[in-house]
């Protein structure tokens, strides 16, 4: 069993589409994230949810929009798709001092 | 606040050398240390982590750590390199809640045959 899974693994998309990845987890954890990892493979934390309310909400465009219906689910939807936006998205779940344990990410691509 | 600077974006060594990636931390607060493994097109993997306890850590795929309070490092090591060890390899720092870790910049290991 897929401890963290995101969808899709690839997304090809033109710029001014809204697109949606899916996380789900299946470890109980009560913490979730939304991490960008750019060309350089420079990680950035975007947000995180602890059991459905948001605590982080680092600076990212009001076009990143986070949801979590649960607390084993976060998607993040984008609208009008940039090509700065292209980069891998990696969603990641925790519980306290245990470390995260991260998805195999979503390529996206903004053509 | 809390940063983590890791020294050398690019580490080469040759296959059955050691290993050491560099890891220094900034905190103002006992930190909780992580190093995670980044293999190609793969998501981060968790190689071993210091809470608190023993400073020398031991993780997977025979790495290990040692937390230096006086240094405020975590460097990473490996007794001898092998082929399947060339990743990508980021350190990390959770303070407080541990709901929120800071990564480095990560430091890319390649291994000579």
């Known amino acids: 069993d897929t401890a963290v899974s995101q969808t899709p693994k690839y997304l090809v998309t033109q710029m001014g589409n809204d697109k949606s990845i899916k996380c789900e987890q299946n470890?109980?954890?009560?913490?979730m994230y939304w991490y960008k990892q750019d060309s350089k493979k420079f990680l950035k934390i975007m947000f995180s949810?602890?059991?459905?309310?948001?605590?982080i909400n680092e600076t990212v465009p009001n076009r990143f929009s986070p949801k979590s219906p649960d607390k084993a689910h976060l998607n993040l939807h984008i609208n009008s798709l940039e090509l700065g936006d292209s980069a891998v998205y990696f969603c990641?779940?925790?519980?306290?001092?245990?470390?995260?344990?991260f998805g195999s990410g979503t390529r996206l691509t903004v053509v | 606040a809390q940063s983590v600077t890791q020294l050398g974006s690019h580490v080469s060594v040759s296959e059955g050398a050691l290993v050491l990636l560099r890891c220094n931390y900034s905190?103002?607060?006992?930190?909780?240390l992580f190093w995670y493994v980044q293999y190609p097109n793969q998501g981060l993997q968790l190689l071993l982590k210091?809470?608190?306890?023993?400073?020398l850590v031991k993780g997977i795929n025979g790495f290990e750590a040692e937390f230096k309070k006086s240094e405020t490092s975590f460097h990473l090591t490996k007794p001898s390199a092998h082929m399947s060890d060339a990743a990508e390899y980021f350190c990390?720092?959770?303070?407080?809640?541990?709901?929120?870790?800071?990564f480095g910049t990560g430091t890319s290991l390649t291994v000579i045959p």
């Open positions: 990641a779940s925790s519980q306290l001092w245990e470390g995260y344990t």
């Open positions: 470890l109980g954890h009560d913490t």
């Open positions: 949810y602890n059991n459905k309310e948001l605590i």
């Open positions: 905190s103002s607060v006992p930190p909780y």
């Open positions: 210091y809470t608190t306890g023993a400073t």
């Open positions: 990390a720092v959770s303070v407080n809640t541990g709901n929120q870790f800071y």
